[in-house]
């Protein structure tokens, strides 16, 4: 059996936005608890948050050999989504994209396929429950990507695996229907705890492991986490900062997610111990979705310099509120009406095709001659007048300075007003873009910006994916 690869750069995606539990008890009489639940947008979907992550992941001189993307909730059918994700990473046409869509379970299928071909894993999903329900209440909408490649470059190694599958009725969801199903927890449980038991135990026991430092914890169950964490505790605490909302990283303690996240669970909870764990810890990674996959990973001396820029506590903390209807109406749950305007037309294929180093991984063209930045990109320069002399320039990764910007609460959106504003990119380049995750009384001439991939609008079954900018949170 050849040598696993080892996790050599990670990230992890969470939308900005927040339904807070005291918003959900208020609209439905029901008791949620304190804290809020982190959604993505009306213009985030499963490939959009599954980009946010991938295009962080810093990787140098590593170029994927493959792309495995794995989530509950796909953009398409009977079209790859990893597809999208490929090209939005500026990764021409070389190499493997494939979806592992379905199950949360896939999410561990992904880590596992990237680390036997050093690929790159990207898990993402957008987690819908019924209004009152659990799924509601404890979901979480987010992403998270590990690159694997030479054991020798890994900030963490897998040094045991071990998995086990049971078939029993506990959680599903048919095709079509907007949230998921599930049985009684208490039976969830009993059939869960042998299988976390033994896939646990044996794992430790193949990497010689009497205690491990850190524990990641994934189960729709709440309660096979609570018993699998008394099983096996960790031992070194999590550190959570003060100024994180309580009840927003219920589970972190342990390695968990901010809330149960479909297929992105597991790989937000790795995240969140990679952001803390200190060099020779082991992880050991339990998850529990249609039987077990026990994983123990080992932290390398270079985790250091290998940790992601943006840790998952710094981005729990810097949610904005939401209201709950405005959420309703992003997932299509409350029907409310339109804007009285045209819907947009379906973008069609071909031009969609020709032009998909610029729509999908915003790269524009520089003169040879004097460097004049187009956008989107030109054969003929605007600055000197020579034809056929640009190079590609890409952008998706350059932040930018809002030059002018204006309110539109006429224009069709989902969430009205549309702001567009005129960007000057750093290093050369102006474009005019919609502002997204901001308000128009936010907005100020000089605002530093960052460029996102979102769906623009969804018409005739088909996403429009094109880029917009928010605002930059380090530099407000």
Known sequence: MPTPKGIVAYAAHLPCHRVRHADLAAALGTKAGPGARVVASFDEDSTTLAVEAARRVPRGAERPQAIFFATTSPAYLDKTNAAAVHAALGLGTEGLAVDLAGSARSGVGALLAAAATGGLAVLADVRTGLPGSADERDGADGAAAFLFGDPGQAIAEIVARVSVTAEFLDRWRVPGEPAARRWEERFGLESYLPLVTEAGRRALKEADVAAPDHVVLSSPNPLVIRRA????????????????????????????????????????????????????????????????????????????????????????????????????????????????????????????????????????????????????????????????????????????????????????????????????????????????????????????????????????????????????????
């Open 229 to 476: 964490a008394e099983l096996f505790p960790a031992q070194v605490p999590a550190r959570v900062p003060a100024r994180v909302p309580a009840g927003i990283v219920a589970g972190l303690p342990a390695g968990k997610a901010p809330g149960h996240a479909g297929a992105a669970d597991v790989g937000l909870g790795l995240a969140e111990v990679l952001d803390r764990a200190a060099p020779g810890e082991t992880v050991l990674v339990l998850a529990a979705v249609d039987g077990c996959d026990a994983l123990v990973l080992r932290v390398t001396d270079r985790i250091e310099r290998g940790r992601q820029a943006r840790p998952v506590s710094a981005q729990l903390a810097a949610g904005r509120a939401v209201p709950y209807a405005t959420y309703l109406t992003w997932r299509g749950l409350l029907d409310r009406e339109p804007p009285r305007r045209p819907e947009p037309e379906p973008p069609a294929g071909p031009p969609s095709a020709r032009s998909q180093a610029w729509k999908f991984a915003f790269t524009g063209s520089r003169c040879r001659g004097c460097g004049f930045v187009h956008l989107p990109p030109a054969r003929v320069c605007k600055g000197c007048g020579a034809a056929d002399e640009m190079e590609p320039h890409p952008l998706s990764g350059v932040r930018g300075t809002v030059a002018t910007f204006t309110a539109d609460r006429l224009a069709y959106s989902p969430s009205p007003p549309l702001i567009d504003v005129v960007v000057d990119f750093d290093g050369g380049g102006r474009y005019t873009m919609e502002l997204a995750d901001a308000a128009p009384d936010e907005v100020t001439i000089g605002m530093r910006v960052e460029t996102t991939f979102r769906r623009l609008h969804t018409a005739g079954g088909v996403h429009n994916y094109f880029w917009k900018v928010r605002p930059v949170e380090d530099e407000r």
